[in-house]
């Protein structure tokens, strides 16, 4: 029991800097394209366009990086019980698990999406006059 919850813990703080990770570099990609939007900002985008614009990159990467971790995992889970005995039981059960199949890469996937909706929503904020004004 105490072995589950410190896993659990280990998971969660994985997790947690996953999503910090994710939300800086979503932020430093706005930051880079902050003029970008200025300009698409003063000629009429709405908040929604450039929120669906940031958010649309995210997405990509997210996705990738959903389809890359299963694959590697499914490939992992054959390889580990190919080569010993001890984790056929274990690998027997967790890899047709529908909740562990579907379940970790959604949570995961809505977690990644909600690190960059948070930089998404500042950059709808950009005042067009300050950003073209910089440098």
Known sequence: MFSAQTYGGIGL???????IGLAGVTAYAVAQRRKEIAIR??????????????????????????????????????????LTSLFVDALKIGTADPLLLVGAPALLAAVAMLACYIPARKSTKIDPLKALREE
């Open 13 to 19: 703080f994985g997790l947690f800097l996953a999503a």
């Open 41 to 82: 900002t003063a000629v009429g985008a709405r908040p929604l366009q450039i929120l669906r614009l940031v958010l649309r990159e995210g997405t990509a990467l997210i996705s990738a990086g959903t389809i890359l971790g299963f694959l590697g995992a499914v490939a992992m889970a054959k390889i580990l019980s190919a």
